[in-house]
């Protein structure tokens, strides 16, 4: 069984900063692509950045130079390091690691900013 914990939301001003943290239970070096979604009030759920087992990155272009993703495979965690926090950016973010075909969740963690 993997399980996934988020953990590093939280209230934050515009223009503030946020590191979100993914534990794993089991090694990522495993899984193929790791990433973040985020799912805002009334919105259907958005795909903000990925990081592939190679080290490839994706990034949304609504977060695009303002977020990083990246992974500590020692650790067995996935980071999303959120610079210059927008309102827009408020929502519930999961973590999903994915591994020949089968992908899996984290229960996610609440980022809201305020303007």
């Known amino acids: 069984q993997v399980q996934l914990v988020e953990s590093g939301g939280g209230l934050v001003q515009a223009g503030g900063s946020l590191r979100l943290s993914c534990a794993a239970s089991v090694s990522i070096v495993r899984f193929n692509v790791m990433g973040w979604y985020r799912q805002a009030p009334g919105k259907e759920r958005e795909l903000v950045a990925t990081i592939s087992s190679g080290g490839s990155t994706y990034y949304a272009d609504s977060v695009k130079g303002r977020f990083t993703i990246s992974r500590d495979n020692a650790k067995n965690t996935l980071y999303l390091q959120m610079n210059s926090l927008k309102p827009e950016d408020t929502a519930v973010y999961y973590c999903?690691?994915?591994?020949?075909?089968?992908?899996?969740w984290g229960k996610g963690t609440l980022v809201t900013v305020s303007s």
């Open positions: 999903a690691l994915s591994h020949d075909g089968i992908t899996y």
